[in-house]
């Protein structure tokens, strides 16, 4: 593969536009570009998340989970595209099962209070719900879009709140839970 960011000072983007991998350019406030965005920020928390050494069980489940935002976010640079697989999709879904199969059931709202590794888990599947509502912005903007990026950020959504409450049980055994 050859360079693909060699220059990274282009200035292309100073009348506030910027490039799909189409070539297009579009106004940098395009939902197509506030949805990439979102996934952009979701990717470095992950990232952050992933730091903290997590325990191998949960970090294995993440692990592939960067380098599909990378290919979901190239699917959103080029409309109509797609690079997720199906196997992608199915490995959120089993390690969900499986993550969660380990937990008690839930019977109130857990609050998103703890160590900074539980907070961090919140924090990226906030912000993995706000990409998915993006994405849909774009789904509607543009009904051609493939759906399988929504899908997906929903199924990592669900991913993060069960290592949410892996980790938040390992630092504290006593969930805190929603009072009313």
Known sequence: MGHRLSKITTRTGDGGTTGLATGERLP????????MGDVDELNALIGSLLGCGLPAPLAGALGPVQHQLFNLGGGLAMPGESLLEPSHLTGLEQAVTALNAE?????????????????????????????ER????????EPEEPRD??????????????????LARDANPQETTWQV
Request: a positive charge.
């Open 28 to 35: 940098k406030t395009h939902v197509r570009f506030e949805a």
């Open 103 to 131: 937990l008690p059931p839930l019977k109130d709202f857990v609050l998103p209070i703890g160590p900074q590794t539980v907070t961090t888990a919140h924090l990226a599947r906030a912000v993995c719900r706000r990409a």
């Open 134 to 141: 993006a994405v849909w912005k774009v789904i509607e903007a």
């Open 149 to 166: 990026a929504a899908i997906y950020l929903n199924r990592l959504s669900d991913l993060l709140f069960v290592i949410a409450r892996h």
